[in-house]
């Protein structure tokens, strides 16, 4: 079933297929802890592989405070002299120096599955598209923010003052990339954004040039998953559920937003504070008496919200909806079945899509990390295609940080999540969305798509002059 809800965009053209990833040796992240991973079996706590470096490069990352993994991709192992830094910025590109990227996620925390799923699809993409591109090898630093902003701002400076990357992906959470971005824009470094967080985020693209967001933002999502609920659904008042940062705020108001607008109430909205592990003064907390619930957490939370629901008894007595990251494979192989089977999700990815290209890339992740990916997976594989088509488009070759901003931004693929453009309001994505359902596939737990929106611009359902002040209200407090 489709429904189009916008013109549709001109397609990014994207294609290729990964193959299995080559057996290297993994190194622990120094300093840091991370909690075990619910079915992990590939060794976790070891969160990144590299080449051995250049003596003084060895010794200047054992001097570094944080946990910062380098990977120096295969290339490396040939042309190791030219992998060190040099210490200086881009101001031209010799032969074979390695293109520098710097990658925030959290690793250790409440959100280490969703960053070690990412990581997964990067080096994944990776993997397909290249390591390096014409003679110039792709050398990542993967700094352990830990999921808290004020960690990832000091490692984003220490990837660019110490580090001299000439790129930066991530952060993940949108509290962080809120801290973040405007200081690595400000340098004048490109940003490949997981998430729109903020309208000065999205100003700072437009004003600067140097950044864009490759991924998605809560409203496009949420307000076509508000739209649904009300005319399919008919559910008419219902309860919220969201995360306390900007990220759980800008989800749930799309939602609001969309379903009220039609007629709709919102019964109560509930808020889960970022470090919360028990979710069950948050389910108790829902009226009985309300129709539905809509639900944005992510990750452990998003997991443990959903077994905690099935175990109040509420699952038979009240549907239950969410945005993308409730039931993606980073939260669902740790949900019991009973409970999360049949719950709906809007989402911009849906890891049970049959489309060609989702397939091979699903089966190609499976076959490399032995489960199927989650959106954070496919943010991670898109974003190494993006990174690696522009660097082909300069021979390899990083002249300036500007210059790989345009190219990067120029890029046009189709991603396993199906086609992708860019906003050149927002440098956001204009892609479709979906209602997916979870199902039993062949034994396994998939988010299937049930209906398609196509086309969707980054304010959703809701025009630009309305979904404006709600989404810079949103960035910084939760919705009214």
């Known amino acids: ?27 622990p992240v120094r300093g840091a802890q991370p909690e075990p991973l619910p079915g992990a079996q590939r060794g976790r706590a070891r969160v990144a592989r590299r080449v051995k470096a250049p003596k003084a490069q060895r010794r200047a990352t054992r001097a570094r405070p944080r946990p910062r993994t380098p990977i120096v991709l295969a290339a490396c192992a040939i042309l190791a002299a030219a992998c ?55 050398q990542v630093i993967y700094a352990n923010d830990q999921g808290q902003p004020s960690v990832s701002l000091s490692d984003a400076r220490q990837l660019v003052t110490s580090d001299h990357v000439q790129v930066v992906e991530g952060p993940l959470l949108s509290s962080a990339i809120a801290a973040v971005a405007p200081y690595v824009l400000g340098q004048g470094i490109p940003e490949d954004d997981l998430y729109l967080a903020s309208p000065q985020q999205a100003q700072d693209y437009v004003r600067l040039g140097t950044g864009f967001t490759s991924d998605w933002d809560g409203f496009a999502p949420t307000t076509v998953g508000g739209r649904w609920a009300y005319d399919t659904m008919h559910w008419r008042h219902v309860t919220t559920v969201g995360l306390g940062i900007s990220y759980g705020w800008q989800g749930v108001a799309g939602f609001a937003a969309q379903f009220t607008k039609l007629g709709g109430r919102i019964d109560k909205m509930i808020w889960v504070p970022s470090n919360g592990v028990d979710m069950s003064p948050y389910v108790s907390a ?30 038979k007595k009240i549907p239950l909806m969410g945005i993308t990251t409730l039931t993606d494979q980073a939260a669902l192989p740790a949900e019991n079945a009973a409970a999360a089977l049949g719950v709906y999700t809007d989402s911009q990815y849906c890891d049970g899509s049959p489309t060609p290209a989702n397939q091979t890339f ?46 990067m931004r ?5 991603a396993p999540r199906g086609p992708v453009t860019l906003s050149h309001v927002t440098w956001s994505p204009i892609e479709n969305e979906y ?10 737990l998939r988010n299937v798509p049930i209906v398609t929106f196509r086309s969707i611009q980054p304010w959703g359902t809701l025009s630009q002059a309305a979904w404006q002040p709600i989404f810079a209200k949103t960035s910084v407090s939760p919705p009214t």
């Open 1 to 27: 079933m489709e429904s189009s809800l916008a013109p549709t965009a001109p397609a990014l053209h994207r294609g290729a297929q990964p193959a299995p990833l080559p057996e290297t040796q993994p190194a």
């Open 84 to 138: 060190g830094s040099s210490g200086q910025a881009s101001t031209g590109a010799s032969a074979h120096s390695p293109v520098k990227v710097g990658y925030l996620l959290p690793l250790t925390g409440v959100f280490t599955k969703n960053g070690s799923s990412e990581q997964d699809g990067f080096k994944l993409g990776l993997k397909h598209f290249g390591s390096s591109v014409d003679g110039h090898p792709i």
């Open 286 to 315: 829902i009226p009985a008496s309300t129709q539905a619930v809509f639900v944005v957490l992510s990750g452990s939370q998003a997991a443990n919200f959903i077994n905690s629901y099935q175990s109040f008894g509420m699952k």
């Open 362 to 407: 699903a089966n190609a992740y499976h076959a490399a990390y032995g489960q199927y990916p989650s959106y954070y997976s496919e943010a991670g594989y898109t974003k190494a295609q993006i990174l690696v088509a522009a660097l082909k488009s300069l021979g390899g070759k990083v002249t300036s940080e500007k210059a790989l901003s345009a190219a």
């Open 410 to 414: 120029a890029v046009t693929i189709t």
């Open 435 to 444: 209602i997916c359902k979870v199902e039993n596939v062949h034994g396994t």
